[in-house]
């Protein structure tokens, strides 16, 4: 009787706190599966493309979508091709219109669409929601693929911004989330590399020296403004 062949991993997860050394590790990974020939794709925190999270994209109803279609009739051209329907639902990926677009969106309008920011705007219930059936579309997707992916924070770090920092969910319900997300994932095989820094303070610290103080103002920011 012959053994079965291993299962082949299909994902790789680097997840730590900022200046943990995620992208480098991440950058890494990906250097010495292309050494070895292995073909694997690598996405960054922030990715606007990335496959199983939603970065800078807003679910609106469909008749406030219609209601803003109407207003700005002659600039949702540059919304509609990053629309997708769903039920009662549109999936707008405002980030990449906005680009597409070069910055031709009104403001007033792109701020409307900002209301419904995935992470931000929606219930909580909602979010985890969306949050499982994107992590359900990128497992279906990875199963016919001989590819291997590589995911920088997704799992932990951001439903942990997500749930407990921002909205105030409680652990239970991140872990509860995080779990369901494990589930859907088991298939492929994946690997979980969690960076843990001896000193936590003194990480953060180092890191506010080496990123913008845009980019401190705006992590304080998110992580302290009281939600309504």
Known sequence: MTNPPPTKTKLVIVEGIPGSGK??????????????????????????????????????????????????????????????????????????????????IPSSLYEEILHYEIYDGVPVEKYCELMMKRWKSFVKDQRGKEIMTIFECCFLQ??????????????????????????QIEELNPILFYLKPTDVRETIERVKTMRSQEWLDFVIWYHTEIQG
Do not use: W
Not at 172 to 183: G, K, N, S
């Open 23 to 104: 992208s480098a590790l991440s950058r890494y990974i990906h250097d010495i599966l292309n050494m070895h020939k292995i073909e694997s794709e690598l996405f960054f925190e922030g990715d606007l493309l990335h496959p199983a999270d939603y970065e800078s994209v807003a679910c609106m109803p469909n008749q406030v979508l219609d209601r803003l279609r109407s207003i700005y009739s002659d600039v949702f051209h540059y919304i509609d091709p990053f629309i997708t329907l769903g039920g009662n639902d549109s999936i707008i990926a405002y980030a990449l219109a906005q680009q597409s677009a070069q910055n031709r």
């Open 158 to 183: 951001n439903p942990g911004c997500a749930l407990l920092a921002r909205h105030d969910a409680g652990n239970d319900l991140f872990t509860q989330h995080v779990l369901r997300i494990a589930e």
